[in-house]
């Protein structure tokens, strides 16, 4: 198939080939800055992929049965930005003369909802193949939901072009093993093997046989020389060979694409030192000729290889208005004969916000319980309420509460469930959840312990740097994991993922308030969420408070990042504090404070006085922090402020001023039942007291 096409298009692929190569030295050289190896050494692979492969289209970018395309290799972004702007996207010459500038659309690495055609964030190694591995799922779940034996409206490929240091890092190995492992057939890997690295050849730290690793995972295994275009046609003609075969009959596709990095230089071809550096204007200048192009002026690319490039992006794009005409007649068949597919496609593609819950009788149910245990229970009931929701949890399903009832979970021949094990690979989960969210028509949640969202960071940064609403469930959220002890114990996460910009951490203290943080994850469209829940069961505050919270009174505290609990007493003459916490120690804040008025202390004055007490439930320090009206209101600065929280205290110190103290942990854990440990580490109602009259010196 693509044997063929190549034949009767050679010239017009290596007409754009050269194009590509042409923008990428001059859009690198102006820069000073940037990866022209990828760019030279990739042009045939890239052109390949985008002028004769991928189904996709400038007109309908967003076509949802267009090819994904990532570069995982993102450092070498001028290659997909080269290929965008001669595929006709939204991106002009000068866009590509203003790499890597200010306000640019072309950032030094190819930035999600920034650029047209750009599918997800990548830059960071590994990322984004384990994205791919996401989008190639979602394919996979989504296909399953809506194809049938005459229609297959769901019907697309994932490629990838990765470097050797996107297969080095680890994240790629979790993300490809589960790949292999459900048969992702549909995913093709163009695995640029060109043997450099910033520091030299590869195999100064890189020995292994790559192709045997995937080989073990359940991947197909071919080769290619990377920089021919017969030879990739042979290549790709057999992965789509496997890639046609039903569910579970064949693996992925890694092509390993043997290539010369910085092909055209005279001067650096095959050389270590052009992944990563600028040629110079000579440089530049000896390599068009070198190339055949005798005009050196920057930025200059012939007609004949626009000519090319344009005539191929317009034989691509015809597949998406085929496609969408086919679709007219699909979408009146299910109106009339399969009503429930029409309803889930509207649901899926064309409604724009999810919705929240509408049985909310377990959230106004009174006693204690866990917020991992209410999560779970709102979950379930959002699932039912938006069948875009799927996911799973890192062999920890039964702990962090995660699977769906009536659904089943995903394996290699059946993709029609809505659950999914990912098995023990927190950071691939991550990275796959974001690559699903990424795809459209679903949103992933993935689940695990706290104490691991170390190893999910880079996921859960990138989630938050492309503001897409993948949702992140941690549970055993504090020291009170108990006997584990100190190595599943967090201190220092709470505070380590409210640094990052743009993501919602909330930390509730009961049902109601993990009710409405779920619901705000939910309905959230341009944030992730991470959701830090107890393994123990925490106290309902409506028990403890002398009046119901409302709802909207909870929703609207979550916005600003806290809410008032209980307020000062109307009792004159008293020494007015306020109590702030998160999550499970807002019932010692509140039970503290009843403590703490039943006190008489000495004022400045030497008088007998009552301490009057407002407590303040915070989810979300960081939002608050960001409210200065709420915050200001909430806790005013010239009365003294406490804070606790079982963990390090970096969130508080803002909130707290030098008029106040936290109570939190400073060193890592310890092995003992959480009630054993709760004494010790001095999180009590009684201690919490002692350490605020401490505090005021009035004990």
Known sequence: MFTQFVSEHKNDLENTALAVRL????????????????????????????????????????????????????????????????????????????FRQLGSK????????????????????????????????????????????????IDHKTYVIAGDGCLMEGVSAEACSLAGHLKLNRLIVLYDAN???????????????????YEAYGWNILEADGNDFISLAKAMDKAQNFASMPNGESGPTLIICKGIPGKGSPKWEGKPKIHGNPMSAEDVID??????????????????????????????????????????????????AQPEKAKLWQNLFENESYNGMHNESFAQAKGKMATRTASGKALIELAQENPGLVGGS???AGSNLTTLPNTSFINAKDFSGRNIHFGVREHGMAAICNGITLHGGLRAYCATFAVFSDYMRPAIRLAALMKIPTLFILTHDSYAVGEDGPTHQPIEHAAALRAIPDLNVYRPADTLETYTAWESAVLCENKPTVLLLTRQDLEDLDTLLPAQRSKEEVKEGLCKGAYLLKDFSAEENTLKIVLIASGSEVSIALTASLLLESKTVENIAGEKVKLSARVVSSQCPQVLVENPLTLNKLVPKEIPIYAIEAGSPQSWGEIVGRNGAIFSLKTFGNSAPASVLAKHFGFTPEAFCSFVLNQLNLR
């Open 23 to 98: 923008l990428g030295m001059d859009a690198v050289l102006k820069a000073k800055s940037g990866h022209v190896g990828l760019p030279l050494g990739g042009a045939e692979l890239g052109t390949f992929l985008y002028f004769a492969v991928m189904n996709h289209s400038a007109k309908q970018p967003q076509w949802i049965d267009r090819d994904r395309f990532v570069l995982s290799a993102g450092h070498g972004s001028m290659l997909q930005y080269a290929l965008l702007h001669l595929a006709q996207y939204d991106l002009s010459r000068e866009d590509i003369a203003n």
């Open 106 to 153: 072309t950032p030094g690495h190819p930035e999600f909802g920034h650029t047209a055609g750009v599918e997800c964030t990548t830059g960071p190694l590994g990322q984004g193949i384990s994205n791919a591995v996401g989008m190639a799922l979602a394919e996979r779940m989504l296909a399953a939901r809506f194809n049938d034996s005459n229609h297959s409206v």
């Open 195 to 213: 043997n450099i690295t910033i520091d030299g050849t590869i195999d100064i730290a890189f020995s292994e046989n790559v192709g045997k690793r």
């Open 287 to 336: 390599a068009k000729k070198h190339l055949g192009v005798t005009n050196t002026e920057p930025f200059y690319v012939p007609n004949a290889c626009l000519e090319s490039a344009y005539k191929l992006a317009n034989i691509c794009g015809q597949k998406a208005k085929k496609w969408s005409e086919l679709f007219d007649g699909v979408k009146i068949h299910w109106e009339k």
């Open 394 to 396: 890192a062999d920890l």
